[in-house]
């Protein structure tokens, strides 16, 4: 069996290649960059990451459950904390001499056998691989999300994906276009150095703090179990009671219901906003020579615009037709298991309230544990893969009704998801 190959060595890609391992699979893990961590390394060509950011859940609803954070790490760690955390675990389960660092994936395409020849450049050099398997786990939050706004704007234009430490807003009017977590972080950020802060909202959120009552908000609540419609209508009571209304702050308030986006979890965005340091404006409609001009009518000057409008899946080394890729996302099953190819998996493409990496985790082990049944029981893998054609584009929400956006494509229910995972492990361990 040639070996499998596993691309990126962020939590996800670090995970897989341990439960591979684990399972006697001859493992080959490709990283672009000179060390592990992922988006979490800010010295890693491909990080999207800046200087003052912290984890948005705490730190044990985040961990690995069988490697947890020290105890003297920060309840929400600092970036630099968390890549030596990951630096730690791959020492810990001897993951490094797995991989080749410095290596670019430019190519994965199948071969006439059913396997996939993987090439890389590294330094002057381009190398091949026949992959048995392929696991791309080069993460989502990489390829920004750029708004091409009408107009034209001769100041700085950047992505957040741009953005690493905050003097780069000293003495400018600064627009923050997005209100999502990164956006709030980095408008706080701006405060502290800008001139002037105003951020461009199109939809509401809800907000919340780090902390309630000297905890983590994340560890709050979860002994009650109740029906999910009352449990969005109970939280979202919870919310306003913690952080009031929205438009008491100039803030659309949301259009849907508790759950059916993911919250911003921020103690200091709404401070700054009760205290007049960031201006809340609407949407854009275009852009100006020197600022933007807003949908309802009003115009303003900046010196920086930055767009924190999120990240698109990204691929580029994969035709999308072998990911089966419709509307926004490929269409796996649990997110996963491709129904076109049964030896490619895409790892980590799964966001959920509060599924941490230990969800990562759970989903390595049973990609593990699928090729495992490739290798040794064909029978029980093909049956598997019947289920994965039959069910690959059922969506694992819950019952949730999801905000119908491009961010959302791949979530899901976090209980749901886990539950799903784990009764198709001990399916697969009982075959």
Same mark, same amino acid.
């Given at each position: ?77 600092? &970036?630099?904390?968390?890549? %030596? =955390? ?30 996939? *020849? ?96 000297? *905890? ?58 009760? &205290? ?17 001009? =807003? ?37 796996? =099953? ?10 490619? =998996? ?11 990496? %230990? ?15 490739? *290798? ?49 492990? *001990? ?5």
């Amino acid at each position: 069996m040639n070996p499998c190959v596993v691309i990126g060595a962020g939590p996800m890609g670090l995970c897989t290649v341990r439960r591979l391992l684990e399972q006697n699979l001859e493992v080959v893990g490709l990283e672009a960059h000179s060390d592990v961590g992922g988006l979490w390394d800010i010295d890693s060509p491909t990080s999207t990451m800046y200087d003052s950011a912290h984890l948005i859940s705490s730190k044990r609803m985040t961990e690995f459950k069988d490697f947890p954070m020290a105890d003297h790490v920060a309840p929400y760690p600092k &970036h630099d904390q968390m890549g %030596q =955390y990951f630096r730690d675990y791959a020492k810990h389960f001897d993951l490094k001499k797995h991989y080749r660092f410095n290596s670019w994936v430019e190519t994965v395409e199948p071969t006439d056998d059913q396997q996939w *020849r993987v090439v890389y450049r590294s330094g002057e050099n381009t190398h091949e691989i026949i992959a048995s398997n392929v696991l791309l786990a080069n993460g989502t939050l990489h390829h920004p999300n750029r708004i091409d706004f009408k107009g034209e704007f001769n100041g700085e234009m950047l992505h957040s994906s741009d953005y690493r430490y905050a003097n780069l807003f000293a003495g400018k009017r600064v627009l923050i276009i997005g209100c999502g977590n990164s956006g709030c972080d980095i408008a706080v950020d701006a405060v502290h150095r800008a001139k002037s802060v105003a951020m461009s909202v199109r939809r509401g959120y809800y907000f919340l703090p780090k902390f309630v009552a000297g *905890r983590p908000i994340d560890t709050l609540g979860g002994k009650v179990k109740l029906p999910l419609r009352l449990k969005q209508k109970v939280d979202g009571l919870l919310v306003r009671l913690l952080s009031g209304k929205p438009s008491s702050f100039g803030l659309p308030d949301p259009d849907y219901q508790m759950y059916e986006s993911h919250p911003v979890i921020n103690s200091l965005f709404l401070h700054h906003i009760g &205290h007049g340091d960031i201006n809340v404006r609407p949407d854009i409609k275009q852009l100006t020579a020197t600022g933007v001009e =807003y949908v309802d009518g009003t115009h303003e000057e900046y010196d920086l615009i930055l767009q924190a409008t999120g990240y698109k899946l990204h691929y580029p080394f994969i035709d999308r037709e072998h990911l089966n890729w419709q509307g926004h996302a490929p269409q796996l =099953y649990l997110n996963v298991f491709n129904p076109r190819h049964d030896n490619l =998996y895409v790892m980590g493409m799964v966001e959920a309230s509060g599924l941490g990496w %230990q969800g990562s985790d759970d989903q390595a082990q049973l990609v593990a544990e699928v090729i495992r049944l490739q *290798r040794d029981n064909p029978t029980a893998f093909s049956s598997f893969q019947d289920k994965v054609r039959a069910q690959a584009t059922q969506r694992i929400d819950g019952g949730m009704s999801y905000l119908q956006v491009e961010r959302m494509a791949y979530y899901v229910h976090k209980d749901t998801y886990l539950k799903a995972l784990s009764d198709e492990m *001990r399916a697969l361990k009982a075959s």
